[in-house]
């Protein structure tokens, strides 16, 4: 059983794991949707960044981008997907079993 709390830590989905796209997942798991810039002030991202990172929400089907206009203006809307929460809530709940496994883990001789 070695290191297994620390090997399964650096084996956690990347899709979700990403400190961005973790900020992003979890600021979305509170709202029905939110609009793009109101997702850019609340994580700080760049434009570039943000849109980037959503792509990839987006093909690992984690997230629903509806783009639209409010009059004139581009409107661009983001909502977690039913399999985005999951993955969000099975991630958060792996993360504290890790945590707590690794407050426990003992090293065995000769590791």
């Known amino acids: 059983m070695s290191n297994q709390p620390f090997e ?11 400190p961005a796209r973790l900020a992003i997942l979890t600021a979305l798991s509170a709202v029905k949707s939110a609009d793009f810039l109101f997702l850019q002030r609340l994580t700080g991202l760049s434009k570039g960044n943000l849109s980037g990172h959503l792509s990839k929400l ?3 089907g984690l997230v629903a981008i509806a783009k639209g206009f409010e009059g004139k203006i581009p409107k661009t809307t983001i909502s977690m997907t039913s399999d985005g929460r999951s993955q969000l809530e099975h991630h958060w709940n792996d993360l504290e079993r890790l945590r707590k496994e690794a407050t426990k883990w003992k090293p065995e001789k000769g590791d």
């Open 8 to 18: 399964r830590l650096a084996g956690l989905d990347r899709l979700v794991h990403e």
């Open 58 to 60: 987006e093909e690992g």
